[in-house]
């Protein structure tokens, strides 16, 4: 994905990949999100999640908070909400 490289490049040299991704450039208040469909956060030990919140809010709180790096909607059904930082 542009502006990220493999954490272990031997590693994905081999087709292992579990050690993930880095960005290029560190986190800036400037930066933008990439809109993605038909994607899951893959870590979800460590998060954030409210039922209630829709999906702009859910963004409007990830953008206020630096360390933030993807958020998404829970559950989109039958006009369900909920955000997933």
């Known amino acids: 994905m542009q502006g990220f490289r493999p954490k272990n490049q031997e590693a994905w040299n081999l087709?292992?990949?579990?050690d993930g991704c880095v960005r290029n450039t560190g986190l800036s208040s400037t930066n933008k999100f990439l809109h993605l469909e038909y994607m899951k956060l893959q870590?979800?030990?460590?998060v954030f999640m409210n039922k209630s919140m829709t999906f702009d809010e859910c963004g409007?709180?990830?953008?206020?908070?630096?360390?933030?790096?993807?958020?998404?909607?829970?559950d989109i059904r039958n006009?369900?909400?909920?955000?997933v930082i």
């Not at 409007?60 to 829970?74: D, P, Q, V």
């Open 15 to 18: 087709r292992d990949e579990s």
């Open 43 to 46: 870590e979800t030990s460590i």
């Open 60 to 74: 409007s709180l990830c953008k206020r908070n630096c360390s933030c790096t993807a958020y998404e909607n829970i």
């Open 79 to 83: 006009g369900r909400s909920g955000c």
